[in-house]
């Protein structure tokens, strides 16, 4: 039987970033994956293949948009070869998996394939084909992620009633897009839609979408996606989803207890990702999980059984890539004997459509909610000319700053690159910068960061230089 120093279950971004640390710091690491290729949800049916079809369906757009204000012209119709395109989305995923593998084998770190389940809490049972086989661990990671959730009355057939993952992988483009939820995948997907000529119809419980972020942020983005043809139904309870052929009719109630009817060809389903535990046998190791099915930890991530720990999806937070990465390497470094941390405050939230929307801290609500007296300083995208030479002037930066010590509590953009821009607000924060310090310092001319500096001048004494 093999013995590892650390076995990590799930390839994901939590589970290949731990075992490479693990690795780095001189364990004996096994990683396990039950599917063929490594980086589990995101790099192969969630961040990476998403990323793939918002960029090329963004070019197509710019083509029949926007050259010809750029003084380019093409001549005859500008077509989309959707096959071609889905391909380029396929071979980008398969390049960055690759990446894993390669990964994996330059850091020695050895990958079994299979199901991985606790026969107790130092031996897993790996299943594969028929055939299992058993290691020794002594200390395991569980990074096994998060599947789509869906509504109890809601039967997913994969085929018109769908999850983000078929919706990456359509044979054609949908006459009309449902898509149930306004949060980050639903709005990603449907506007990929929208610009290939889909109609979209996005329907969501709460007053508002991106309903986790900042009130402004989310005002902002609903504006700008009808300005794109995107419609909005919010408040809207969904209640029935039936299929009959090639038609999906959603049945819902508004917030003046109407019931409405949606009729499209596809339905999104995108309504929040819930922890896979599923063939853990969690039991067998006495490993504990919530009522939500959360693995429960300690602050150190560590499981109530000692030599047992869980990160990324499968556990309490945000389900984000990069918060996963973090718990992996926080992981990695305490079995290593070390004193890592995470500030959960300081994890960025993104959403990837144009224009994009980022955020870092507390909300604006939140603030208000906790009773924190504030100062809040904001800067208009076509404020800049950097802006108006790129053609992408919706938007805006927002800095909240504490009214007694005008130190940063928090950071919301919406516009062109702030999911890039956004690790400014992050890198101020981390070292509790007030707005005044992001003030003072140079920013290039002419960038997008401009509006990070002219929002904390707005932040400390309304002294915003360009508008």
Known sequence: MSTYDVAIIGSGPGGYVAAIRCAQLGMKTAIIEKYNTLGGTCLNVGCIPSKALLDSSHHYEDAIKHFEEHGIEIPGEVKINFKKMIDRKASVVEQTTKGINFLMDKNKIEVFTGVGSFKDATHIEIASEGKTE???????????????????????????????????????????????????????????????????????????????????????????????????????????????????????????DEEVTFEGDYCLVSVGRKPYTEGLNLDKAGVKANERGQVEVNDHLQTNVSNIYAIGDVIRGAMLAHKAEEEGVLVAEILA????????????????????????????????????KYNSGQFPMRALGRSRASGDTDGFVKILSDANTDEVLGVHMVGARVADLISEAVTAMEFRASAEDIARMSHAHPTYAEAVKEAALDATDKRALHF
């Open 134 to 256: 058993t290691i020794e661990a002594k200390n395991t990671i569980i990074a096994t992620g998060s599947k789509p959730s869906t509504l109890p009355f809601i039967k997913l057939d994969k085929e018109r009633v769908i999850t983000s993952t078929e919706a990456l992988s359509l044979s054609e483009i949908p006459k009309h897009l449902i898509v149930i939820g306004g949060g980050v995948i639903g709005l990603e997907l449907g506007q990929v839609y929208r610009r290939l000529g889909a109609e979209v119809s996005v329907v969501e419980y709460m007053d508002r979408i991106i309903p986790t972020m900042d009130g402004a942020q989310s005002k902002e983005l609903m504006k700008v996606m009808k300005k794109q043809g995107v419609k909005f139904y919010v408040s809207h309870k969904v209640s029935a989803v039936k299929r009959d052929g090639k038609t999906v009719t959603v049945t819902a109630t508004n917030k003046k």
């Open 337 to 372: 004997g070390q004193k890592p941390h995470i500030d959960y405050n300081l994890i960025p939230g993104v959403v990837y459509t144009w224009p994009e929307v980022a955020s870092v801290g507390k909300t604006e609500e939140q603030l208000k909610e906790d009773g924190v």
